[in-house]
Structure formats: C-alpha cells, structure tokens
C-alpha cells in the first residue's frame, strides 16, 4: 500500500501528504493508518455508486457464493472490489 503510493508522485510529494502541519513525517504506523482510513471511504464511496449505478440489477450482479447459496455482497470492500473490476479501474486506483 505505501510503495503504491509512494510511487504515485515524487519523494516531496509523499512527504507533503504524511506529514504535519509543522512538516514533521508521519511514522510508518501513522502513513498506514491514514493510508487504510482513505482506502475504507474510498471503498465506501464505490459501494455507493455501485448501488446508484447498478440499481435493481445490484442484487444479481455483486454476489457470492456459500454453502451452495448466493448472497448479496454487503462489505464495502468486496463491493468496490468487484466495481473496480467491472469498470476496469487500474491497480494503482485500486491499491490491491
């Protein structure tokens, strides 16, 4: 997830984002965790959309399969997962 991100931009710009308003860097623990809070609203923000922009059909297309039975995705993270998939969004969109 950091090397991803780390490669998105240049070395000062990585900084400028993780660090404080004082310009002290953020510790790896920090970078990690304001990297998975952005990546859970992202996720949420997909989810979303996919409910908006799938509609009625959500209910057949984001689905999976257990003990013989489908069910409804309802993890925003599954949800962005497979919207990413479907709109063909690049890995580096996606962080995976």
């Known amino acids: 997830m950091i090397v991803t991100r780390w490669r998105l931009g240049s070395e000062a710009d990585f ?3 993780f ?4 310009g002290n860097q953020m ?6 965790k ?3 809070a952005n990546r ?3 996720d949420e923000n997909l989810a979303a959309t ?3 922009e799938y509609g009625n059909q959500f209910k057949e297309i984001f689905v999976y399969k257990k003990n013989g039975a489908l069910h409804v995705k309802t993890k925003p993270s599954e949800i962005a997962k497979q919207y990413r998939a479907l709109q063909n969004l690049c890995e ?4 995976d």
Do not use: C, I, P, Q
């Not at 660090?19 to 004082?22: A, L, Q, T, W």
């Open 34 to 36: 304001t990297l998975k």
């Open 15 to 17: 900084w400028k984002e």
């Open 40 to 42: 859970v609203e992202l």
């Open 19 to 22: 660090s404080d308003g004082n």
């Open 27 to 32: 510790t790896y623990t920090g970078v990690v």
């Open 92 to 95: 580096e969109e996606s962080d």
């Open 50 to 52: 996919a409910k908006r």
